[in-house]
């Protein structure tokens, strides 16, 4: 791994030398832009997507591009729907169809597009539905596996095509399945050597697939903690797993995944249920994980994107409150954790957006009840600021 990582960096330094080279040989200076800084936005008051449902969980958010807002979520083993037009209120839910743990995805297209779990004769599939032209399409199987089928999680190419992975117990044992979208069918195949659960996936801009997840790992000398694992689709070719966490005698759950628009990528988890772990890296080179928070408290469901390619958020709840940092993809130090204004109340189950115009939006599940949840949603304009410096054209 040292030797590989030593390679990775001088790979990287021998980039860097060539660039500054050809930028000495020129008269003029190139044009370039430069991230400046970034600066703390407030948060918008959270604003209520549904109140008083049953169970509500897991909701994901997306944005199109015409600044409306779209959130799905399970309540009572239902996937449901809503969305908001910019400067107008959240619809009433709307039933999409039976199911749990709905995941959502905006395409090149601008469709909305949903997988989830759900049972139909005694077997849990996961499935997809898509809407166009403002109604939903019948559900698809997408696993057609004999196993159980659950959590699935969905990202996008820059070619338009979709692609999932899932958790799933085919072979008695808990394993990672892959799928696609080719044309109107779904592949679906195990990834290689990818025993575990709790599967994210996410696409780079070169087309690169990334997918981890976590899993018990046992040695002879130790009786088993989870470790995040993480494995890459690249010319159709999976790699073999990389153990990114790799801490003895603690447990490390949740993880999440971003890409950048340099290709690396970013993944964020928990270890020992108080501590926010992040890490970025490709191929054989990762760097050391680092922490990003770390709390007396319980940590839960981090979630990270990555806004315009380049300025990284993490989100996460302690139980009664929702914190997000943010940090350079290209110097990873992170901000102190911002407090989202959320009202009293058990939350859960937080999810990360970027907006159109610039910025994030964080959604939430809060329980003010037994039989009482609400999806809410805050936002934050973009903390970033730009600053290009445009060359003088020297004229002989």
């Keep these: 791994m040292a030797k590989k990582r030593i ?23 190139r044009p370039q832009t430069v991230v400046a800084s970034t ?14 449902m049953p169970h509500a969980a897991r909701p994901a958010l997306a944005y199109t591009s015409d600044g409306s807002a779209h ?29 749990v743990a709905p995941t959502l995805a905006i395409d090149t297209k601008g469709e909305l597009n949903v997988v989830f779990s759900n049972q139909f004769m005694g077997d849990f599939e996961i499935y997809h539905i898509y809407q166009h032209a403002g109604q939903w399409s019948l559900p698809v199987n997408v696993s057609r596996t004999t196993g159980y089928s659950a959590q699935p999680t969905l990202t996008v190419t820059p070619d338009g095509a979709l692609h999932a992975a899932w958790m799933d117990n085919a072979p008695g044992y808990w394993i990672i399945y892959y ?7 779904w592949s679906s195949q195990p990834v290689p050597n990818a025993r575990g659960q709790a599967p ?15 899993d018990r790992i046992v040695t002879d000398s130790e009786p088993g903690t989870f470790e995040i694992l993480l494995s890459e689709l690249v010319d159709r070719k999976w790699s073999l797993p990389v153990n990114i966490s790799d801490v003895l005698q603690i447990d490390s759950l949740g993880p999440h995944l971003a890409t950048t628009a340099d290709g690396l990528a970013h993944l964020t988890w928990v270890d020992q249920g108080r501590r926010v772990r992040y890490c970025y890296g490709e191929d054989d080179y990762w760097a050391l994980p680092q922490t990003v928070w770390q709390t007396a408290g319980r940590v839960r469901g981090p979630r990270i994107l990555a806004e315009q390619g380049t300025l990284l958020h993490i989100a996460w709840d302690e139980g009664q409150i929702l914190r997000v940092t943010t940090a350079l993809a290209s ?20 999810t990360l957006t970027w907006l159109p115009q610039g910025g994030v939006a964080v959604g939430w599940v809060q329980a003010s009840g037994p ?5 809410y949603e805050s936002r934050q304009a973009s903390a970033f600021t730009w600053r290009a410096w445009l060359p003088r054209l020297l004229v002989r």
């Design 39 to 52: 600066t703390t936005q407030p948060w918008s008051t959270p604003a209520a997507v549904a109140e008083q």
């Design 179 to 185: 799928g696609s979208l080719v044309g109107k069918f």
């Design 71 to 99: 959130a799905v979520w399970e309540s009572n083993g239902a996937v449901l729907y809503a969305a908001r037009r910019a400067g107008e209120a959240w619809t009433q839910p709307q039933r999409l169809a039976a199911g």
């Design 200 to 214: 994210t996936i996410a696409a780079a801009p070169n087309g690169t697939i990334y997918v981890a997840w976590q």
């Design 371 to 375: 039989n009482d949840y609400g999806i």
């Design 7 to 29: 390679c990775w960096l001088l790979k990287r330094w021998s980039s860097l030398l060539a660039i500054l080279w050809l930028a000495a040989t020129v008269s003029a200076p």
């Design 331 to 350: 110097a990873p130090d992170w901000s102190k954790g911002d407090l989202i204004p959320a009202t009293s109340g058990s939350l859960k189950d937080v």
